[in-house]
């Protein structure tokens, strides 16, 4: 069988990179169509570039404070970065640093974003605590191509979960990053295997979405 060609990754994260290794245990399945191939962060100290480093993969940061020429002159050379690394789809896992407008246009259809709600509900930052604060009974996780707006953008994936008595900001962020890391690599498997695409009206359609597969990302549908 000859070699399989795979999505290269680069992978932007500014923490602990939790959906970084997520991805990272994804990519270890022989037939998982995709691989990292760059981890970059604008935090020096963010954990997740050791999770990179320990997986041998080029794992590098630039601070953006005090960077010269401010973010669009940080951004190039962020892209210029990404460029060289050959990476086919840009990965925002838990980057917090907002991304000039372009670098969005440079990376148009190729980079992808998690945030910890369903969108378009809760934007921002604190998310947690303003869902737990709004009272809504589940909250959830999307994965979307990213627009120059914050936290916008064509919808490709959301998982429910349940916000339940006694939820602090904390426990729920935790709910919520179980079901991120089931999303996150099924979506770059989706965009791997060419199934994603979005029309005019900016609505993604997963092609031959099998009832399953969508279950398994939410346990709340039925699988038949
Ligand atoms: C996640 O909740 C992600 O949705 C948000 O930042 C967090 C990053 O967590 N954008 P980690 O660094 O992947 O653990």
Redesign the pocket.
Known sequence: MGKVTKLKLAVL????????QAILDACKSADYPAEVVLVFSNQTDAG?LTRGRDAGIRSEAISHKGYPGGREAYDAAVSALIEESGADLVV???Y?RLVSESFVTRWKDKLI????SLLPSFKGLHVHQAALDAGVKFAG?TVHYVVPEVDSGPIIAQAVVPVLPGDDAGKL?QR??RQ?HKIYPQVIRWIAEGRVSVDAKGIVTIADAKPAEMAELNPVLEPG
């Open positions: 994260i500014s923490g602990g990179g939790s959906n970084l997740g925002l896992a838990g917090l974003n998690i945030h910890p996780c962020a919520i990053l991120e």
